[in-house]
């Protein structure tokens, strides 16, 4: 049995009865084995018959956090990291997606990104992430992406990814491959699960498509995930498209990533259906595929990160563009009408929400994504006394707005230690070292894949997106004076 106790804390736990945060200060967290045993304060003391193996943690000055829930990523992409610092998401297609890497990445590679990728989440606190594995283009990639999920120790729900490929593996193939994941053994004693991610709804053949209805909803599957555009991008895999092929309104849980343009009729079904949006806000701005009334359905919202090479992996800071972004939008509607806006129209503590409480609602998990008791021990403890947050009064404020990656001091996930004292820990099944395994095997392999994409010339856009929509060229921004 694992035990650890921390002691004289600020805990940022959650009220089910109000839906909102409380503050437990100075207080005591009991994490037993997997689970959040006890939160104390100085009017319920720690009880003096904890077991005698009990780890004693002293977190004076600390904040402890609900660990941050990712609801959209793709690890697997982490060796093309930096090398697309401009790209847009027509060259995004083109060039770095599922269809424009088939055959360039090993089962090596894939095992490599994704391991690598899922280490710099645990170092950002992310504790857990809706992986959409979109590397399936064989048997032995798709297990690469399984087996590196499972040796992360990351609660992550790896979504096995059907497409229409044409390298030979076929639905067939990829069906036989789903069950064998679905049902590998170390699931059962794994934090991580598997899930489900198609984009096929109106692109592939019908047998198809109900073959795919057909695995979702009969093989226990704890998520379903899907891409959504719509508008000008055209891709339209919203409420309306998954309630057609009855996958809306069932027992799996259905995260939508982005649906920035839904129709009235869409926002319906997703509050009927209790099913939620992931929203990417930094992938949405720099790919330009956001809508400006995103915010009018938050309430089915959470929030995640996307193509994680081309910008941070921090939940934190996702909130915190997503924030400051809602409130810029909503400012600009009253100074449009010569005037000026009060009060505040999106608090910090909601921000915080999205990126806890709402990803664990999202994947119907409610003891995800919060401190209370019996809820799992995904814990991130923040050090309140670095320079940047050292003298704060709202610990939530002093995450969401002060803090960085380098003030993640400790991440439990599951309750066993993934960083202590900034430095980043074994998974307990695996024993791998970041530093001395991981890394060098990254290195080696993303060597080698960004050399590949350094010599491949960079795609022409031209026409129209999908032979649908134009594409419109954009001035430039220089700050160099002509």
Partial sequence: MSSILFTDATIITFDDATKRVKIVAPGSLWVKDDRIAGIYDANT????????????????????SPGFIDTHRHGWQTAF?????????????????????????????????????????????????????????????????????????????????????????DHAKQLETAEQLRTDERLKTSPASFGVAYDGWN????????????????????????????????????PSVLEKNKVLNTPVPVVISHASFMSEKDVELLRSSNQYVSITPESEMHYGHDNEHSHEIMDQCCLGVDTHFTFSTDMVLQARLWLQATRRALYREKLAEKKIG????????????????????????????????????????????????????DPVAAILLHSNVGDVRHVLVDGQWRKKDGVLQPAAN?????????????????KGIQATWAAKPLPTMEGDFLGLTPYAVIDKVNVLRK
């Avoid at 890497?101 to 990728?117: E, I, K, R």
């Avoid at 809706?130 to 992360?152: E, Y």
């Fill in 45 to 64: 003391p720690v009880p003096g018959d904890l077991p005698v193996n009990t780890e004693k943690v002293d977190a004076t000055g600390k904040i402890i």
């Fill in 342 to 393: 009060h009060p505040n129209p999106f608090d910090v503590e909601q921000a915080f929400y999205l990126a806890t409480v709402a990803g664990g609602l999202a994947l119907r998990r409610p003891d995800l994504g919060v401190i209370k008791v019996s809820a799992k021990a995904d814990l991130v403890v923040f050090d309140g006394d670095s320079p940047n947050m050292l003298g704060f009064v």
């Fill in 81 to 169: 990291r930096s090398i697309a610092g401009n790209t847009t998401l027509p060259e995004y297609f083109y060039r770095y997606g599922q269809f424009a890497s088939l055959g360039a990445f090993t089962a090596d590679d894939v095992y490599a990104g994704q391991l690598a990728g899922l280490y710099e989440c645990l170092n950002a606190g992310v504790t857990t992430t809706l992986d959409h594995a979109h590397h399936c283009w064989d048997a032995a990639t798709s297990k690469a992406g399984l087996d590196a999920s499972i040796d992360s120790g990351l609660r992550v729900f790896w979504c096995y990814t059907f497409h229409d490929l044409t390298n030979g593996f």
């Fill in 203 to 238: 692109m592939s053949p019908a047998e198809t498509v109900s073959s795919v209805v057909d695995f979702i909803t009969t093989k226990d599957i704890p998520v379903l995930t899907t891409h959504s555009l719509g508008g000008p991008w055209v891709i339209d895999n919203g």
């Fill in 430 to 446: 695996t024993g791998a070292d970041w530093t001395a395994e991981i890394k060098p095997k990254f290195l080696e392999s993303a």
